[in-house]
């Protein structure tokens, strides 16, 4: 599979803090996507990139394709409790079956 | 819809045992997948299906095989379980470029 390097590993902030995460990798996809994973669950889609360039938002968050199509990135604005979780993109290949092929994972904790 | 459901939820497993995972979608997707997720670690495709009978090798899929003799049922089975394969599977299925994953089997070998 193709290598994907999601940033940060881990992050640590306040409640009503902004967060930024990104994902690069060497490869073009022809899709990106960004998941969420709470405990003991599957991941769960929050937002799916289909053109470079584009910026999409859903509620609080908004995620970018990016022009090289080789990298993406998701922000949060005004963090709350429940934002806790594990983010990871994803990029996806037509050719191999819309196969995803995952970052490592962003583990987010917001305090109160 | 119940979306996608895996079963087991939880299986323990002796080294050289087999099992068979059940995955069952009712979205009537043509496309379905196997995943592991390790610790640390975002989920690596073992095997995929892009339609009833078909079957197709991801990333790491040795020491496992797959069947999909219905449209609805994609099966991950374990011919000789090795400690190497705990881990938690997770299965999904796609419509329009976006995957929809089950709840996840949590495996382990002793």
């Known amino acids: 599979g193709q290598q994907l390097n999601q940033s940060p590993q881990s992050m640590f902030i306040q409640e009503g803090e902004d967060v930024s995460m990104n994902c690069t990798s060497s490869?073009?996809?022809?899709?990106w996507l960004w998941y969420k994973q709470d405990p003991g669950e599957g991941p769960v889609l929050l937002i799916a990139?289909?053109?470079?360039?584009e910026l999409t938002s859903n509620g609080r968050l908004t995620a970018q394709f990016g022009i090289t199509r080789k990298d993406s990135f998701l922000n949060i604005s005004a963090s709350i409790p429940s934002d806790v979780g594990i983010y990871f993109c994803?990029?996806?290949?037509?050719?191999?079956?819309?196969?995803?092929?995952f970052g490592k994972g962003t583990s987010l904790l917001v305090t109160p | 819809n119940a979306g996608v459901t895996q079963t087991p939820k939880f299986r323990v497993l002796k080294t050289g045992q087999s099992m068979t995972l059940l995955c069952a979608q009712d979205?009537?997707?043509?496309?379905m997948y196997w995943y592991r997720q390790d610790p640390g670690m975002g989920l690596r495709l073992i095997h995929y299906?892009?339609?009833?009978?078909?079957?197709a090798k991801g990333e790491v899929p040795d020491g496992y095989n797959v069947s999909r003799l219905k449209k609805q049922n994609f099966l991950l089975g374990l011919e000789s379980a090795a400690p190497s394969q705990t881990s938690v599977y997770f299965c999904?299925?796609?419509?329009?470029?976006?995957?929809?994953f089950g709840p996840g089997t949590r495996l382990t070998v002793t």
């Open positions: 490869s073009i996809f022809n899709t």
């Open positions: 990139l289909y053109k470079a360039g």
């Open positions: 994803a990029g996806q290949l037509i050719n191999s079956g819309y196969a995803l092929n």
């Open positions: 299906s892009v339609g009833e009978g078909t079957t």
């Open positions: 999904a299925s796609n419509s329009d470029a976006v995957q929809y």
């Open positions: 979205m009537n997707h043509e496309y």
